[in-house]
């Protein structure tokens, strides 16, 4: 079983940053890739970003390339998501997800883990 835990999350601006979190359990975690996805009110839970095990891939959902990073540190068995030029769209929880492989696709299926999520709200 691995435990997943996000922080981070917070009320901010439109046009600011903010950086969150995922702490995991176990310590296969860097064999794992991990994966961000978000859900706003009223709306359905949709994928934001995905990193390999290696940290070495990475992917994101067009709405936010380019302004959103996902990067992780295998030795703190953390994974970041750094969030630039946010937008009010960008009110969610967000949760961190993880995949018992190396590498994955960004349906929610796919994860085995999730974590309870943090809210982000990006006031406008």
């Known amino acids: 079983q691995v435990q997943v835990v996000e922080s981070g999350g917070g009320l901010v601006q439109a046009g600011g940053s903010l950086r969150l979190s995922c702490a995991a359990s176990?310590?296969?975690?860097?064999?794992?890739?991990m994966g961000w996805f978000r859900q706003a009110p009223g709306k359905e839970r949709e994928f934001v970003a995905r990193?390999?095990?290696?940290?070495?891939?990475?992917s994101y959902t067009d709405s936010v390339k380019g302004r959103f990073t996902i990067s992780r540190d295998n030795a703190k068995n953390t994974v970041y998501l750094q969030m630039n030029s946010l937008k009010s769209e960008g009110t969610a929880v967000y949760y961190c997800?993880?995949?018992?492989?190396?590498?994955?696709?960004?349906?929610?299926?796919?994860?085995?883990?999730w974590g309870q999520g943090t809210q982000v709200t990006v006031s406008s």
């Open positions: 997800a993880v995949v018992r492989s190396s590498w994955t696709q960004d349906r929610m299926a796919d994860y085995d883990y």
């Open positions: 176990g310590r296969t975690f860097s064999r794992y890739a």
């Open positions: 990193i390999s095990a290696t940290g070495f891939i990475t």
